[in-house]
């Protein structure tokens, strides 16, 4: 569990779906992600927690301190194609935009991933007109490397969402 001044983020339990399936819903969230129904939504948790037994680490719970509410996920995966590297990354409930959440979940995933692991870089993805996601890597400090952009080969070669930008952060010296 990491805890910040404001969120907590923890492994997934299964109280978690009906929150996860209700950011799955919401448009706004979804507009540049594949969409999911329910049995979707639920074997997207599914993995995430397969990963956090695994690896000790997953895209984790974002749960605000103050009333417990899920807010979205937010933590890192390891290298899976066609990344050769960990990847950090979040989603948050359309609720939770703009007021900071993001950057305060990513900045703690970023200090425990540099605490707890050995790794050299961490990348982060998105579509490539995915302009929110684009500044909260910024702000955290990743740069984009845009000669390692990609079409993401898990989407069909007609899907408007496949280019994607890839960020990347190295560890602090």
């Given at each position: ?47 995430i ?75 982060a ?36 969402l ?8 190295h560890?602090?010296?």
């Open positions: 569990m990491i805890e910040t001044s404001r969120l907590i983020l923890r492994p997934w339990e299964d109280r978690d779906r009906d929150a996860a399936y209700a950011m799955t819903q919401d448009a706004a969230v979804m507009a540049y992600l594949p969409a999911l129904d329910r049995a979707g939504s639920d074997a997207m948790v599914d993995r927690m397969a990963m956090q037994a695994e690896h000790g680490h997953t895209f984790w719970v974002m749960e605000r301190r103050q009333d417990g509410a899920m807010l979205g996920m937010c933590g890192f995966c390891p290298p899976r194609p066609p990344l050769a590297e960990y990847e950090i990354g979040w989603r948050l409930a359309s609720a939770a935009w703009g007021q900071g959440y993001g950057a305060e979940a990513a900045r703690a995933t970023l200090d425990w991933a540099w605490a707890h692991r050995d790794m050299a870089s961490i990348v993805i998105t579509f490539r007109g995915n302009a929110k996601s684009r500044r909260l890597m910024e702000r955290i400090g990743m740069t984009h490397a845009p000669a390692e952009d990609f079409d993401h080969p898990a989407l069909p070669p007609d899907d408007p496949r280019p994607h930008v890839l960020y990347r952060i560890r602090p010296m």
